[in-house]
C-alpha cells in the first residue's frame, strides 16, 4: 500500500511539473508571438516614415498647387494602413554653435533657462570647445579645467560635429541640453535669419545690442530645412524619422540628405 501510495504522489508530482512545462511555453510562445509582431509592425512604420519624409521633400520642390510651405503645417499624410505626422523647420532660423558668438550663445542659454551666472561661463566654454589654442576664455574652460573637474577628456579645439557633442562640453546639464537641442543647427552659416527664428531664438536674438538682420533670400526664405515624420500603423507600430535636407534651387529641383536619423531633436 506504502508504495502504491508513494507512486501515486510521483505520479501527482509529474503532472504538477508537466503542466507547469506546458504553461511556461505557451506564455513565452505568446510573448514571443507580441514581440515578434511588434518587431513587424514598427518595420512597417519605419519604411511608411521614411516614405513620408520622401514626399515630404518632393511637395517642397514641387512647383504645382500641391506645394507644401515651409512653416506650415503641420501636415497630416495618409498612407497605406497608416498615418504620419510631418513637421517641416527652416534651419536658418536656429543657432549654429559653430559659428554663434559669445553674446548670441549666452543669450540663447538663457532663453532656454539658465541662470545668468551659469550662461557665461558655459557659453565661454562652448566657444573654447570649438576654438583652436589651450587658454580659456574668461570663465570658459580648456584642458586644466576640464582635468580640474575629474574628467577624462578636454575640448578638441575643432568644431562641434554634432549637437550631442554639446552634451560633453563643461558645465553643461542633461535638462538644459534638451531645452537647447531644438535650437541650434550645424546646416546653416551666420546667424539665425529672425523672420523664420522660433520663439526662443528670437527672444534671444531681441536680448541682444546689435540685431541681425534679415538674409536677402531672394523669396526663399529657407533652403536648409529639418523634416520630422512621426508615422502610426494600423498594426500598432509607431516610428519617428528626423531628416535635415538642403534644397537646390527650384529650377533643377534636386535635394541633399544631410542628416538621416530617429531623434526629432537633432540637427
Same mark, same amino acid.
Given at each position: ?80 494602413? +497608416?498615418?504620419?505626422? %510631418?513637421?517641416?523647420? !527652416? /534651419?536658418?532660423?536656429?543657432?549654429? @554653435?559653430? *559659428? $554663434?558668438?559669445?553674446?548670441?550663445? +549666452?543669450?540663447?542659454? %538663457?532663453?532656454?533657462? !539658465? /541662470?545668468?551666472?551659469?550662461?557665461? @561661463?558655459? *557659453? $565661454? ?22 582635468? $580640474? ?119
Amino acid at each position: 500500500m506504502r508504495s502504491r501510495g508513494f507512486a501515486l504522489v510521483i505520479v501527482l508530482w509529474t503532472l504538477v511539473l508537466l503542466s507547469f512545462l506546458i504553461t511556461h511555453m505557451v506564455t513565452t510562445g505568446r510573448t514571443e508571438t507580441r514581440i515578434a509582431a511588434n518587431l513587424v509592425a514598427n518595420a512597417e512604420a519605419e519604411a511608411q516614415a521614411e516614405g513620408a519624409v520622401t514626399e515630404t521633400v518632393f511637395r517642397l520642390i514641387d512647383g504645382s498647387d500641391g506645394h507644401w510651405n515651409v512653416e506650415d503645417g503641420p501636415h497630416m499624410l495618409r498612407l497605406q494602413r +497608416a498615418t504620419a505626422t %510631418v513637421t517641416i523647420r !527652416a /534651419e536658418s532660423g536656429k543657432v549654429n @554653435p559653430n *559659428a $554663434a558668438p559669445f553674446e548670441l550663445m +549666452a543669450a540663447l542659454l %538663457v532663453a532656454c533657462g !539658465a /541662470e545668468q551666472t551659469q550662461a557665461g @561661463p558655459l *557659453a $565661454a566654454a562652448i566657444l573654447d570647445w570649438r576654438e583652436p589654442g589651450d587658454r580659456p576664455r574668461m570663465g570658459g574652460a580648456k584642458l586644466p579645467q576640464y582635468r $580640474a573637474a575629474g574628467l577624462n577628456y578636454a575640448p578638441p579645439n575643432a568644431q562641434f560635429e554634432s549637437l550631442d557633442e554639446i552634451r560633453r562640453v563643461i558645465g553643461m546639464t542633461p535638462d538644459l541640453f534638451r531645452r537647447l537641442k531644438p535650437h541650434l543647427s550645424l546646416y546653416q552659416q551666420g546667424d539665425p535669419d529672425p523672420r523664420i527664428a522660433d520663439p526662443i531664438v528670437t527672444a534671444a536674438l531681441k536680448s541682444l545690442p546689435t540685431k541681425p538682420s534679415a538674409r536677402n533670400t531672394d523669396g526663399l526664405l529657407a533652403r536648409t530645412v529639418s523634416i520630422t515624420a512621426q508615422v502610426t500603423t494600423e498594426s500598432g507600430g509607431h516610428f519617428l524619422r528626423h531628416a535635415v535636407v538642403r534644397l537646390e534651387p527650384p529650377v533643377t529641383q534636386n535635394y541633399a540628405i544631410l542628416a538621416w536619423d530617429t531623434d526629432a531633436e537633432t540637427e
